[in-house]
């Protein structure tokens, strides 16, 4: 045997490992890395990696109600990743546009996925006083009747009662303290478009949130796949390289930064013999060699654009989220707040049909990272859980979870020093996160209590590190004080809204000084 075998096998077997299936489902080890340019954030990643952090947990990265001074939570407007000059301020507290899609390119590089802060409960921005089924000029896509509100006695809007009691579901699911609290059901059931009563059914609003701005939207002029029920699909336009030189004998559009066209027609699309400015005819997905065909728009001789449609604010929410998925390419989302969004918000509830369903705002969102990411998985869409999520799914990570039936497979982070106490119907106090997977495929050891996961969270250079157990939450357990930090710079949050919501990822994290959700 040459005695340079043995390196030849170390390589075939460093190889081999690399690719088993134990290297392919190796635990996942998340750091919440906040209050954190993005800049910094993407500057440090060789770090990260290297200290053994699998993925990211970052902050919400959409434009708050509070500009630069906002850290997220108070989202203003869900299309403006710090590219759009309002709130005073063109950049996020974090940075610009161009920075954040930077950091989640190189974060990929890295092999680290990226998951963001997500908020669909509450809105922030000036109210303003138009009357109902008008949009707001400084809060973009919302009309008065989309939240929880009143009439000021002297005109305007407010909301009727910043109180809750966080035992009564109707005051948790139409108050919110935090912000203006949308109003995801139908008919909204706490608007009063003239006077100051609580609890008064009106009609939801339904109309053109975005009008004229169809990179906003999906192009349903292209099918360019159909899902497990043969439903059609379609993306996000507005992609193709054109020249921003103006067209006709004036240069009409010149130096605007948008593709400009002679409408013949008024219908909003450039269509076959419209005059325009020069654009290369790749389709929407030109950069795929797979993607240049007819169902993606290649060479039809059109620059496609999406085509705004009517819509409920729970429908604007999901394009957003879709948006999002396809224009950042994010890895996944921590939901905020759901204690105050319905349960059927979030998915499909029909047993016999949720696997492969894409609808609602989860089933919504896996359907774009499916098209986005070049997965074609149609048929299981909903309730794909391993130990280790699978390139192919998008997860959600969900703050406050109730109503826990064992035996189902739960994840549970705890809290430092302090007891769980838990029931089959009831929820679980002080407890530091959670997080529930009802109808796990293959369920991993459902009652065991070995470490599955990480979360390291980050504030500043405070970093602190939990287990994660898996299985039916012991009883009265709490971790040893020497191991807790003397801060847990988190809220704490008790969770009673007697709801469940299905096929959730969900973490739910709490503690002793400062609320994030």
């Given at each position: 045997?040459?005695?340079?075998?043995?390196g030849?096998?170390?390589?075939?077997?460093?190889f081999?490992?690399?690719?088993?299936?134990a290297?392919a489902?190796?635990?996942?080890t998340?750091?919440?890395?906040?209050n954190?340019?993005w800049?910094?954030?993407?500057?440090?990643?060789?770090?990260?990696?290297?200290?053994?952090?699998?993925?990211?947990?970052l902050?919400?990265?959409?434009?708050?109600?509070s500009?630069?001074?906002?850290?997220?939570?108070?989202?203003?407007?869900?299309?403006?990743?710090?590219?759009?000059?309002?709130?005073g301020?063109?950049r996020?507290?974090?940075?610009?546009?161009?920075?954040?899609?930077s950091l989640?390119?190189?974060?990929h590089?890295?092999?680290?996925?990226?998951?963001?802060?997500n908020?669909?409960?509450?809105t922030?921005g000036?109210?303003?006083?138009?009357?109902?089924?008008n949009?707001?000029?400084?809060?973009?896509?919302f009309v008065?009747?989309?939240?929880?509100?009143?009439?000021?006695?002297?005109?305007?809007?407010?909301?009727?009662?910043?109180?809750?009691d966080?035992?009564?579901?109707?005051?948790?699911?139409?108050?919110?303290?935090?912000s203006?609290?949308?109003?995801?059901?139908?008919p909204n059931?706490?608007f009063?478009?003239?006077?100051q009563s609580e609890?008064?059914d009106?009609?939801?609003?339904?109309?053109i949130?975005?009008p004229?701005?169809?990179?906003?939207?999906?192009?349903?002029?292209?099918?360019?796949t159909?899902d497990?029920?043969?439903n059609?699909?379609?993306?996000?336009?507005?992609k193709?390289?054109?020249e921003?030189v103006g067209?006709?004998?004036?240069?009409?559009?010149?130096?605007?930064?948008?593709?400009?066209?002679?409408?013949?027609?008024?219908?909003?699309q450039?269509?076959l013999?419209?005059?325009?400015e020069?654009f290369t005819d790749?389709?929407?997905?030109?950069?795929?060699p797979?993607?240049r065909?007819?169902?993606w728009?290649?060479?039809?001789?059109?620059y496609?654009?999406?085509?705004?449609?009517e819509?409920?604010?729970n429908?604007?929410?999901?394009?957003?989220l879709?948006?999002f998925i396809?224009?950042a390419?994010?890895d996944?989302?921590?939901?905020?707040?759901v204690?105050h969004?319905?349960?059927?918000f979030?998915?499909?509830?029909?047993d016999?049909?949720k696997?492969r369903?894409?609808a609602r705002?989860n089933?919504?969102?896996q359907?774009?990272?499916?098209?986005?990411?070049?997965?074609n998985d149609?048929?299981?869409?909903?309730?794909?859980?391993?130990?280790?999520?699978?390139p192919?799914?998008?997860?959600?990570f969900?703050?406050?979870?109730?109503e826990?039936?064992p035996?189902?497979?739960?994840?549970?982070?705890?809290e430092?020093?302090?007891?769980?106490?838990t029931?089959s119907?009831?929820?679980?106090?002080?407890m530091?996160?959670v997080?529930v997977f009802?109808?796990?495929i293959?369920?991993?050891?459902?009652?065991?209590?070995?470490p599955?996961?990480?979360?390291h969270?980050r504030?500043?250079?405070?970093?602190?590190?939990?287990p994660?157990?898996?299985?039916?939450?012991?009883?009265?357990i709490?971790l040893?004080a020497?191991?807790c930090?003397?801060s847990?710079?988190?809220?704490?949050?008790?969770?009673?809204?007697p709801?469940?919501?299905?096929n959730l990822?969900?973490?739910?994290?709490s503690?002793s000084?400062v609320?994030?959700?």
């Amino acid at each position: 045997m040459s005695s340079h075998a043995p390196g030849k096998y170390l390589i075939l077997l460093s190889f081999l490992l690399l690719f088993s299936p134990a290297a392919a489902t190796a635990e996942e080890t998340i750091l919440q890395y906040f209050n954190t340019s993005w800049h910094e954030i993407e500057r440090r990643l060789p770090e990260v990696a290297e200290a053994g952090y699998t993925s990211l947990w970052l902050p919400p990265p959409f434009k708050g109600a509070s500009g630069t001074y906002s850290v997220g939570f108070d989202t203003h407007d869900r299309f403006d990743l710090g590219d759009i000059d309002q709130s005073g301020t063109i950049r996020t507290k974090y940075g610009t546009k161009a920075e954040l899609l930077s950091l989640i390119r190189i974060a990929h590089r890295f092999g680290l996925k990226v998951y963001f802060d997500n908020v669909m409960a509450h809105t922030g921005g000036p109210l303003g006083s138009i009357a109902p089924g008008n949009l707001f000029p400084d809060i973009p896509g919302f009309v008065p009747e989309d939240f929880h509100l009143v009439r000021h006695e002297g005109g305007g809007w407010r909301k009727a009662n910043d109180s809750v009691d966080w035992n009564d579901e109707w005051q948790v699911l139409n108050r919110n303290p935090f912000s203006w609290d949308i109003a995801h059901e139908s008919p909204n059931t706490s608007f009063d478009p003239d006077g100051q009563s609580e609890g008064r059914d009106y009609p939801k609003w339904v109309g053109i949130r975005h009008p004229g701005k169809t990179q906003l939207y999906p192009d349903l002029d292209l099918t360019i796949t159909r899902d497990f029920d043969n439903n059609p699909l379609h993306t996000f336009a507005n992609k193709e390289p054109f020249e921003d030189v103006g067209y006709g004998p004036g240069n009409i559009g010149a130096g605007n930064g948008r593709f400009d066209f002679d409408d013949l027609d008024k219908d909003g699309q450039h269509d076959l013999g419209e005059m325009s400015e020069p654009f290369t005819d790749t389709g929407i997905d030109g950069t795929n060699p797979a993607r240049r065909n007819s169902n993606w728009g290649y060479g039809d001789g059109i620059y496609n654009m999406g085509d705004p449609v009517e819509e409920d604010v729970n429908s604007m929410l999901i394009r957003a989220l879709r948006w999002f998925i396809d224009e950042a390419h994010p890895d996944g989302f921590r939901l905020d707040a759901v204690k105050h969004v319905p349960d059927y918000f979030f998915g499909e509830k029909n047993d016999a049909t949720k696997d492969r369903s894409g609808a609602r705002y989860n089933g919504q969102g896996q359907v774009q990272f499916n098209i986005t990411r070049g997965h074609n998985d149609w048929g299981n869409i909903e309730t794909r859980y391993l130990p280790t999520l699978s390139p192919a799914t998008t997860s959600f990570f969900m703050e406050n979870t109730w109503e826990l039936r064992p035996p189902t497979p739960v994840i549970w982070l705890l809290e430092c020093g302090s007891p769980m106490r838990t029931s089959s119907t009831k929820s679980v106090d002080s407890m530091a996160s959670v997080a529930v997977f009802p109808d796990m495929i293959n369920p991993i050891t459902a009652h065991s209590e070995r470490p599955l996961r990480t979360l390291h969270t980050r504030f500043h250079t405070t970093t602190t590190t939990y287990p994660i157990l898996i299985g039916r939450p012991p009883t009265n357990i709490s971790l040893p004080a020497k191991d807790c930090p003397s801060s847990i710079p988190m809220a704490t949050t008790r969770m009673e809204h007697p709801a469940t919501s299905r096929n959730l990822h969900a973490f739910h994290s709490s503690g002793s000084s400062v609320r994030i959700g």
